[in-house]
């Protein structure tokens, strides 16, 4: 019989939210777990790190017996970072962000908290997993997610991805279940567009915004949203590397290298 | 004479920062500006979007005949999310962020707030620079760098970039001025290493961290620390657009859409 893996969780609701009990508790049987989250709500600070101000890590008890768990006062980045420097004696087998209550779609990798502890894991060598549901009611049906959650981390433990890639994984709404299968797809188009709503602070009489979210859909037939909606859990690597835009250096070299120091008096 | 163009400017230091100041003077002359940055500094805050606390914008008058400019209580994405939809009357026809002081080179362009700015201006389809310098001191020679800002700028305004794509420029330390030119260059493998510091809170006895960061040079002759060691300014086309993996698409479906189905049980 094999070791079982050691993997880290982490998640951007808090370590308080019921998704990342349930993302421990769907793993806790087939491997050493330690949990090291923020202690309060951290969606859409993206690769966020807390440098000006210090961290606190704190011990959190779930129950007798889980010993492992440490929320930390800063975002899932920072929880990352802390975990391997500052809590962790090795570097654990996977890490693993979720269950986010909201989808983690298109564009929004760039922005959620759950997705960039995902891509910190990856940027420091360790195999990463997201995991976020497509549906905003107050409590999802984590009992049938949670089925799936083992099931892909074996696949990925079995089957290392290359470097730098890590697999973002969201479900779609409980009320579709049961799940029609697992659609690995290409990132799709969706994008969240702010939408400011103007109020009046009710003592001062000064005006403030709530800066507003609206997640526009991704038209197409094979966008993340599409087979979310057709019932799919879908799963897209994702990878993080360099951003070079290796199509443009040879213009640009142009530009910038031979035409631009008339324009320039040192 | 073609009419001037309107610039946005913003930066992840704060608006009382020196660096946005230098960055307004050298381009006024040349633009219709409208400043809208941070009210406080937010280095490393990357694409963090603040959703759970309201926004306020009020108005700063840096000198008399200033008028465009505002600061906003959240971060750089913010800033440009509220000045298109809350503050400007049409979209800028460019988007300038910074002078941030220190580098912002390698990896560290996902955790700046000075190029997350730019980020979001790409990804709503405004042409976008971001202007850091590689250079701790507590006054870099503004002036110097200034020289270069309106030329690169009317570069990218008479050759745009392609959709998705921003132009991320560092400058070097200014003590290598004059500079020898603009190197456009790769996203070179700089990147930024935790390093904590625990210490004890000296009246309630609990222990806490400061994060620590310490950036690691690219070995390589051809990294952006190289050549701005050399005393170039670099420039390199950054594009964030879909990031899917799709060299182990293939074998993610077998792993994924065949061989999972029988270890869940919908």
Known sequence: ??????????????????GIRHLWNSIRQHAKVTVVAPISEQSAVGLSITIRTPLRIEKVIWESGSHDTWSVTGTPTDCIKLALRAILDQKPDMIISGINRGSNIGRGVLYSGTVAATIESVLQGIPAIAFSCHDYNVEPDYPTLSKYIYPIIQQIIKHPLPKGTLLNVNFPESKLAPFKGVKVTAQGNEWWGEDPDKRIHPSEGHSYYWLGAKLHQDEGEEGESAWLRRGYVTAVPVHVGDLTDRDHMESMKELFESNLEAAITN
């Open 1 to 18: 019989m094999t070791k079982q893996p050691h993997i880290l969780i982490t998640n951007d609701d808090g370590i308080h939210a019921p």
